[in-house]
């Protein structure tokens, strides 16, 4: 596998994956299983997959989020199961997807999983725990919203082999986010404020990746900490390779440009602004 083919598809996964944590029909359709403050609803919707599991084994496989954090989850599973979580995630993402006109003909649908399928299906889930837990969630009948969730299988694959990675370069989960916000990939304040890292564990982390020479005395990304930050990126790219093997570079490529719409629907609707600050 070609690593651009890799980053690419990853890329065009995780962007078409990303709305269902901001558009409003989430928020609306937690409200109707009674929790209405979004950091709960957010851990509810993502961890339905893993079952009735208790708080720590969703921080366990989040990795990057705080325990402050993700203790705001109980009580979750009181006010409805998590079967009843997922159901409301695939009506959520339905909804948000019509909304935004998402254009995909029934040929590109098709296209699409005869690509996501052997991949889904050819996987190696030891060690992924979120993909694990999302390939055994049954495939819903709205055919849309069943390619996503074969989308979501990818994203959380990626998303688990880069959990390896970070904790093989020895960056904990405070530490990995200060480095990705220090490089202008997220806004800083709005991963401290859904993460929920302190102001003391904030600044001890800076101090480690400081002592390191990642950034700098004033906590700016030096060229040592850009070229480890891509090492991460790239380490974590090779881990996929064999997650796109079953398709390889063309199918990948392939796969890219046709969910393209689904990112470009959002976009267009201005859902992803406050990610990109």
Known sequence: MDLNAVRDVSRAVSAAHLFIYLAPESAEEAARLGVTDRGPAYLAFRSAAMGAVPWQ???????????????????????????????ARFLAAGRAMRRVNVRLTD??????????????????????????ANASVALPSDPLVALWQQITVAREWRGDAHLVVLADNGLGPCD??????????????????????????????????????????????????????????????????????????????????????????????????????
């Open 107 to 132: 040929d590109r649908l098709t296209q699409a999983r005869s690509l996501i399928d052997p991949v889904v299906a050819g996987a190696d889930y030891a060690g992924k725990v979120l993909a694990a």
């Open 57 to 87: 084994v969703t921080l366990a496989a989040f990795y990057n989020f705080s325990p402050r954090a993700v203790k705001g989850m109980a009580g979750v599973w009181d006010a409805a199961p998590p079967e009843q979580w997922q159901a």
């Open 176 to 277: 990995c986010l200060v480095l990705h916000t220090a490089t202008g990939g997220l806004p800083a304040a709005l991963v401290r404020a859904t993460r929920q890292w302190d102001d003391d564990e904030w600044s001890a982390a800076t101090a480690r990746l400081v002592a390191r020479g990642w950034l700098d005395s004033d906590a700016v990304i030096t060229d040592a900490g850009s070229a480890a930050r891509e090492r991460i990126e790239e380490e974590t790219d090779e881990h996929c390779t064999a997650l796109w093997a079953p398709i390889g570079n063309t199918g990948a490529r392939r796969f890219a440009s046709l969910i393209a719409p689904i990112t470009n629907a959002f976009t267009t609707a201005g859902t992803f602004q406050a990610v990109r600050g």
